[in-house]
């Protein structure tokens, strides 16, 4: 991509019909290169499990490739429907071994679930396949601002526990590369890891963490290959990068990515003419 694109996220779906015309006429007015669509609303494509609603943003796309805006289609992977939840209740992330995540916000869930990673995989190829060839698109974003939560489910612990045993061989050897003689933290069993909710070994956290931002690294890397098995030579993909996430390594992240982007939250307007008061 030899230029440099300005233009916003825009949710059609949000607003009535009517309005379309009117929201790209000014998009146009105001040099708009680009609009990013498509990514928060997978209980509009899928309302229900199997049946799916592919056609409505041909409108949006055909609008805006009249006007020479270019598209880029996000995969709806961060914000799942409330039918998932409610057929797989296990996919709830938990935050606490143990505590599940209330629905009703976003990015609530274990993406490394079978049952998700199914039902994400069927949306993610419905989606870019009904709208590969339309030439507004320009390019994927894959999910949206990943690496949110720290999960704490029991199939990414044991994944855990795996890794470590993988990488240390035995429980000796971890006990001597942790140093955990210290607080009488040694193990005589890999059944002896404690769960990380009440963890303060740095140790113990910095191989958490680095474990989580595997996972989130993955997930990314595995919509990305989806995603290309439809994609054009002359389209891109990437995602969205939020650098306050607990669970993303920027580099990792957008290594089997075309092109790095983020989001940099900064105050604006009134908030930098009139800071708070101390």
Not at 177 to 183: D, R, T
Not at 198 to 206: A, C, D, I
Request: include cysteine.
């Amino acid at each position: 991509m030899s230029r440099v694109l300005f233009g916003a996220a825009y949710y059609p779906e949000y607003h009535p019909a009517e309005f379309l015309k009117t929201d790209l006429d000014l998009m146009a007015q105001a040099s708009f290169s680009v609009i990013r669509v498509g990514e928060s609303v997978w209980s509009t494509w899928e309302p229900d499990n199997g049946h799916f609603s592919l056609d409505w943003l041909q409108p949006t796309l055909d609008g805006a490739h009249e006007r020479g805006i270019g598209v880029i289609l996000g995969t709806p992977t961060y914000a799942a429907p409330p039918w998932l939840v409610r057929l797989y209740p296990e996919i709830a992330g938990e935050a606490a071994t143990g505590q599940r995540m209330s629905w009703g916000a976003r990015q609530e869930m274990d993406f490394t679930h079978p049952a998700f990673r199914f039902h994400a995989e069927r949306i993610i190829r419905k989606v870019v396949e009904r709208y590969a060839d339309h030439p507004a698109v320009i390019g994927y974003q894959v999910d949206n601002e990943p690496g949110l939560h720290l999960l704490h489910n029991h199939g990414i612990f044991q994944r855990f526990v795996n890794r470590l045993r993988e990488q240390y061989g035995d429980v000796q050897t971890l006990n001597e590369e942790w140093g955990l003689v210290y607080w009488s933290h040694r193990l005589s069993d890999w059944a002896d890891l404690w769960r990380p909710d009440g963890n303060v070994q740095p140790q113990y956290e910095q191989a958490w963490r680095r474990f989580q931002i595997d996972q989130v690294t993955e997930f990314i890397a595995w919509q990305a290959d989806i995603v290309r098995e439809y994609a054009r030579i002359d389209q891109f993909v990437t995602t969205c990068i939020a650098y306050d996430r607990p669970a993303v390594a920027d580099d990792d992240l957008t290594r089997r990515l075309d092109v790095a982007t983020g989001n940099p939250y900064y105050a604006m307007q009134d908030r930098l003419a009139l800071p708070a008061s101390a």
